[in-house]
């Protein structure tokens, strides 16, 4: 059974940093992709970074520069850091994890809040 284990939410000030975590595990086919979607109250889920096995990344334009996404494939654990937060980052973020011949996988989100 597959298994998304998000760690690293919590609330910090405007212009502070945050490190996510998840970690995948349950499943003995190789993932494609990892990465991080996030939802605002009242919006639609949205993507906010995603990396492939092989280490190609893509950003959400309103991320970049601030957030970058890495991944440890022997632990199929990613990362992602968050740097220069904004009260607009505040969502609940949604690990996502693609298998090869398994499809997406979804966690079950961690709050990150961006107040003063």
């Known amino acids: 059974q597959v298994q998304l284990v998000e760690s690293g939410g919590g609330l910090v000030q405007p212009g502070g940093s945050l490190r996510l975590s998840c970690a995948a595990s349950?499943?003995?086919?190789?993932?494609?992709?990892m990465g991080w979607y996030r939802q605002a109250p009242g919006k639609q889920r949205e993507l906010v970074a995603v990396?492939?096995?092989?280490?190609?990344?893509t950003y959400a334009d309103s991320v970049k520069g601030r957030f970058t996404i890495s991944r440890d494939n022997a632990k199929n654990t990613a990362y992602l850091h968050m740097n220069s937060l904004k009260p607009e980052d505040t969502a609940v973020y949604y690990c996502?994890?693609?298998?090869?011949?398994?499809?997406?996988?979804w966690g079950q989100g961690t709050q990150v809040t961006v107040s003063s």
């Open positions: 990396i492939t096995s092989a280490g190609s990344t």
């Open positions: 349950g499943s003995i086919f190789s993932i494609r992709d």
């Open positions: 996502t994890v693609y298998y090869n011949t398994k499809g997406r996988f």
